[in-house]
């Protein structure tokens, strides 16, 4: 299976530590949760790892679910159709999951819907259980984005295709529009642990995340 998003160049890099990280540490015939998995991408890399483990894909596109769902094999991939703006209306297997995560689709969220989910991670999780968010972080200090635009462009000139650009900081904040709302590593870094989750940033290149939360 291919990635169906090329555009970034330190995606693959990064979605595979992410199923590395799930891989290393997972149980065996564990079942993992994935909030918002597409067309079964991810979950593709992790059974490539751990052929054992059973993966719950929760996405709110069904069209994208049964591409997973063909995709997939069927012993090891459950498909579930609710949008996680509404988390608590959708009918989520209740098992000791291991491990909940999600990979790229927080930015598309507003911040009470971010919380929300948060919140349903650590309640489905199993004690010592991980949930593990791979996503954007929103900058928001104007003094340091010429910083963030040399990093940028350095992925620019090492990839040979660039992340994200913008002549300036005000320039960046109306790029990201209405629909694309990335929050603050600060405000991860309080929604994990009113959550029950203990936070820790797992990897970082750019301004794209990868964080750590256990459930204790």
């Known amino acids: 299976m291919e990635d169906p998003v090329q555009r970034h160049p330190t995606r693959g890099e990064q979605l595979d530590i992410l199923a590395t990280l799930i ?3 997972a149980g065996r015939g564990q079942t993992v949760l994935e909030f918002g998995c597409g067309i079964g991408y991810v979950a593709h890399l992790i059974l490539e790892k751990r052929p054992d483990l059973n993966i719950v894909g929760v996405d709110r596109k069904g069209d994208a679910l049964q591409q997973a769902e063909d995709m997939l094999p069927a012993e090891r991939f459950t ?3 609710g949008d996680l703006e509404a988390i608590g209306d959708i009918p989520i297997p209740e098992r000791a999951y291991g491990a909940i995560f999600t990979a790229l689709t927080f930015h598309d969220l507003p911040d009470p819907a971010k919380q929300a989910v948060i919140g349903a991670a650590a309640a489905l999780l199993a004690p010592g259980g991980v949930f593990m968010l791979y996503d954007r972080l929103r ?5 340091l984005f010429p910083l963030q635009q040399s990093i940028w462009s350095r992925i620019e000139r090492v990839h040979g295709r660039g992340m994200r650009t913008a002549d300036t900081f005000e320039a960046y904040q109306t790029d990201l529009g209405t629909d694309n709302r990335p929050a603050r590593l ?3 870094l309080e929604w994990f642990p009113a959550a029950g989750l203990a936070p820790q940033v797992l990897h970082l290149h750019g301004n794209v995340a990868l964080i750590g939360g256990a459930k204790a």
């Open 186 to 188: 600060a405000d991860y």
């Open 139 to 143: 900058l928001d200090e104007p003094s």
């Open 23 to 25: 891989a290393d540490t």
């Open 79 to 81: 498909a579930i159709e």
